[in-house]
């Protein structure tokens, strides 16, 4: 069974930074991509970082500059390092990935962040 597992959501100050994780089991997803989305109450779910099997990266323009997409494919893990957080990165984050022609999803870490 295929599972998508985020953790260190929390609460920050501004400016502050949080390194998000999420442990892939169930199969390998070494050949596919990953992504980071965020939804904020109210709001629609919203991409934030993807990153390709090869390693390519892509942000989203409010977060670039402060988000860092990582992988580490021997142990089926991705991250999200959030540095210089502002109180609007606040949302629940979940990581995501298509294999098999259909979608995966976590069940999200909540991320805080004080003014």
């Not at 953790?7 to 980071?36: E, K, N, P, Y």
């Not at 991409?47 to 670039?64: C, F, Q, R």
């Not at 606040?90 to 999200?108: E, I, M």
């Amino acid at each position: 069974q295929v599972q998508l597992a985020e953790s260190g959501g929390g609460l920050v100050q501004a400016g502050g930074s949080l390194r998000l994780s999420c442990a892939a089991s169930g199969t390998s997803f070494i050949s596919d991509a990953m992504d980071w989305y965020r939804q904020a109450p109210g709001k629609q779910r919203e991409l934030v970082a993807s990153i390709t099997s090869d390693g390519e990266t892509n942000y989203a323009d409010s977060v670039k500059g402060r988000f860092t997409i990582s992988r580490d494919n021997a142990k089926n893990m991705m991250y999200l390092q959030m540095n210089g957080l502002k109180p609007e990165d606040a949302a629940v984050y979940y990581c995501h990935t298509n294999k098999w022609l259909r979608d995966y999803w976590g069940q999200g870490t909540q991320v805080t962040v004080s003014s």
